[in-house]
């Protein structure tokens, strides 16, 4: 599918985003094995929480509802059933390395494979720290979906992770449920903690200490009401676009804004951005708050360091809107965006030149420099959500019309994104 977008007068709006997916993942992979039925309302429309659904269905769970709002009938720690068929995680990371730590604490073997992309994606990652625990791990060349996984009964350790990854220290962290005793995992830079926060809700015992997050196994997990804020990367876009587009202003309401995630709010205030974020609130213990902001010019500014892990899905939109600040964004010790959906060093950097946008690659990072002005181009998603919207938002600021090729690619984590990005006419 192909999207025409032409550049964008100043607006003024208040828009709907859809529930954050990284929380709507763990409710749901943790609702599964929680006792009773949870409710979560406002849950991801995206194709990705949807492939966690599934997975869960596949395991013998009840999911009853549709739309943003789901019950979850949970049967315990010890509830799955081995699945009859295959589990598919699609497009989703999260799901394949999120839940298998979930499926190497099962008394069955189980499969999960995914699409092309994830097809390419590393899964090492997680296989060490789980056939540490005992289980043991089959994946194409010893590290590519499909994971056949064998089940057994887990040993609790304590792992320190190689890499700054939430999606693997929440699979040792579900492992860690089915062992006995404590299991821990010492992070390098401190990621999303969205699963201590849920494990928490359902009644895990989480303690955290500075880099090292413990859980204790074997809890008694306790189904809750839940709801998901909306998420805070989807969010990105719009405030982005709203910084792009001279004297526009935009609001966005009941946005997670949990600090583990809001680093993008600080960095855009500290290049000059008008940012507000009144109503904040807690919602089983995640914050929660409106965003609201107007469009002002911004210096430009360095993303290194613990920052790149704080801000890795943002960086797409934000190495756009390194062009259009005074001085540039420039990112560094960023090797894990290569290994995402796409390499997005490489997808952003193709945009970014054929909308006429000097751009430097590096091999852990890229360069925009400042005061570049965008150019109308055919531009090409890559099959990437991320990339099909932050040119998206690109291309609002060109001096003609753009079209985004593979402008299907939103549905995996925003299906709404066309329609919400023409409400700002
Ligand atoms: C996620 C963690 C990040 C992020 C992904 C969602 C999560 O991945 O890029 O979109 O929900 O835990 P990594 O764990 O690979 O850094």
Known sequence: MEKRIVPAQKFSADIALPGDKSISHRYAMIAAIAEGET????????????STLGCVRGLGIDVAGSGTEFTIRGQGLDGLRAPAADLDAGNSGSTIRMLSGILAGQPFVSRIFGDESLS????????????????EIRAREGKFPPLEIHGARLRPIEYALPVASAQVKTCVLLAGLFA??????????????????ALREFGAEVTVERRKIAVAGRPKLAARELAVPSDLSSAAFFI?????????????RGVGL????S???????????KIRVPNLESHNGELVGDIVVEHAPLRGGTIANGLTAALIDEIPVLAVLGAATEEGIAVKDASELRIKETDRIRTVVENLRRMGIAAEELPDGLVVPGRQKFHAARIDSFGDHRIAMAFAVAALRADGESTIQGAEAVSISFPEFWETLARLG
Do not use: K
């Open 258 to 261: 949990n600090p583990t995630r």
């Open 263 to 273: 680093a993008l709010l600080d960095f855009l205030t500290g290049m000059g951005a």
């Open 120 to 135: 390419r994606r590393p899964m090492r990652r997680i296989m060490t720290p789980l056939a540490q625990m005992g289980a």
């Open 39 to 50: 409710r979560i309302r406002n849950y991801s429309t995206g194709a990705d929480c949807h």
């Open 240 to 252: 982005v676009a709203a910084l792009l587009v001279p004297g526009s202003n935009l609001a966005v």
């Open 180 to 197: 006995e005793g404590e299991t821990s995992v010492v992070e390098p830079v401190r990621s999303r903690d969205h699963t201590e926060i």
